[in-house]
């Protein structure tokens, strides 16, 4: 039987999950008054610090991102007919999601590793024939150390985000 903590992050997990739903339909309650081109804002003096920032950030992973131009050949067909969908505003939207969802992805695989590494060196640790007091010492120094690394990297961390998309009355989500 699940906890409350447990329910009540299952309850949270499934908002999420109908936020994102929602904000791939394309159910922006903001679209509708939408008028000036996000493409423009993107290439704006206001803007310049930001952009260049994420523009240097991707680069060092060898990505980029430009959304100077109101163009979107990426969009999906069934997305089309939604404005805030489409054009710079909807690829600078969608591309929040799929970074999110990639480097949640991609933390989880380097934790997974970094886990299984902590693993094997315990089990070194503890198959190690440790003749003197000293390596013994030494050897449960070092398993206490893994162990510090191991509780942290099981321990769930959060960024702190601004809102993209309005999905209805009371609910907005990235």
Known sequence: ???SAEKQRAY????????????REGNDKLSSIVESSFALHWSSRSERQEVAFIEEALASIGLSLDFSKDED??????LAGT?????????AER????????ATALAGIINRFKLAEIERALAQIEQADLPSPELKAKALKEAVELEGMRKLLRKEVRRSLMPTVITNGDTATV
Request: proline share 5%.
């Open 83 to 91: 404005a805030s969908n489409r054009g710079a505003l909807g690829r």
């Open 73 to 78: 050949p990426e969009c999906d067909e069934g």
């Open 1 to 3: 039987m699940p906890s």
């Open 12 to 23: 949270r997990e499934r908002q999420k999950e109908r936020a994102r739903q929602a904000a």
């Open 95 to 102: 591309a929040v999601g799929a970074l999110l969802d990639s």
